[in-house]
């Protein structure tokens, strides 16, 4: 079955300390994006990539890192310099075109909570 | 500044009714607008995709409408059934209609339908 995974579903961590979030997909998208989700807030950009090895900046990066090392997977690193880290995390891909808007196709989420 | 509003934070209609949701946008001049459903604790699916050259999208029960001049979406659920219920996103990619693309979309909050039986 094709589709985009995260994990864990629910992840607790103490203040201080980084841990990273796992993203994959097969379904050969090219684009991978990070979402945070907060109450009331609706989903904000943190990170995407459009190619293996290149990542850029969403609206809310700071206090995160990603790689792209490979097509199908996306890590993003919560760091302990994030200074609200709890929120329910929400990874993405879609293919890319030119002259076209695809659709994003979303993981089940990771709720992380920090205290 | 960039604004897209979801007016409603939660509407609730009674079963077998239309409900209509409604996304407006300030400051974009997108080509295209999407829809999306979350249900809780769940990833957004896609539902509906309309470019800035058409009127009205029609897929099953839903109906998207999209007026550039107004900068407004309605999104339409006719014949709405409990199942309906959930939290519908909207979102647009405001890079392309400049000639360059990036590829992210900007989401509203979204608004929670409620359809009671």
């Known amino acids: 079955d094709g589709g985009i995974t995260q994990s864990p579903k629910y992840l607790f961590r103490k203040e201080g300390q980084n841990v990273t979030l796992s993203c994959e997909q097969n379904?050969?998208?090219?684009?991978m994006y990070w979402y945070r989700q907060d109450p009331g807030q609706g989903l904000r950009l943190i990170y995407y990539s459009q190619i293996v090895n290149d990542f850029q900046k969403g609206d809310i990066a700071e206090g995160y890192s990603v790689s792209r090392e490979k097509k199908e997977s996306f890590p993003l690193t919560v760091t302990s310099a994030q200074k609200n880290p709890t929120a329910f995390y929400l990874c993405a891909s879609s293919s890319l075109g030119t002259g076209n808007s695809y659709e994003q196709y979303f993981g089940p989420g990771t709720r992380l909570t920090v205290t | 500044s960039q604004k897209i509003e979801q007016n409603s934070e939660a509407l609730n209609i009674q079963e077998g009714k239309t409900a209509t949701l409604t996304c407006n946008y300030t400051n974009y001049s997108p080509a295209y607008l999407q829809w999306y459903r979350q249900d809780p604790g769940r990833g957004p699916v896609f539902l509906l995709l309309i470019r800035e050259n058409e009127k009205e999208k029609r897929k099953e029960r839903l109906k998207v409408t999209f007026d550039t001049t107004l900068k407004q979406s309605l999104f339409h659920i006719t014949a709405s059934q409990p199942a309906d219920s959930a939290t519908y996103l909207c979102?647009?990619?405001?890079?392309?209609?400049?000639?360059?693309?990036?590829?992210?979309?900007?989401f509203g909050k979204g608004t929670l339908l409620t359809v009671n039986p």
């Open positions: 979102a647009l990619d405001p890079s392309l209609n400049s000639g360059g693309s990036n590829y992210k979309l900007t």
């Open positions: 379904l050969n998208h090219d684009a």
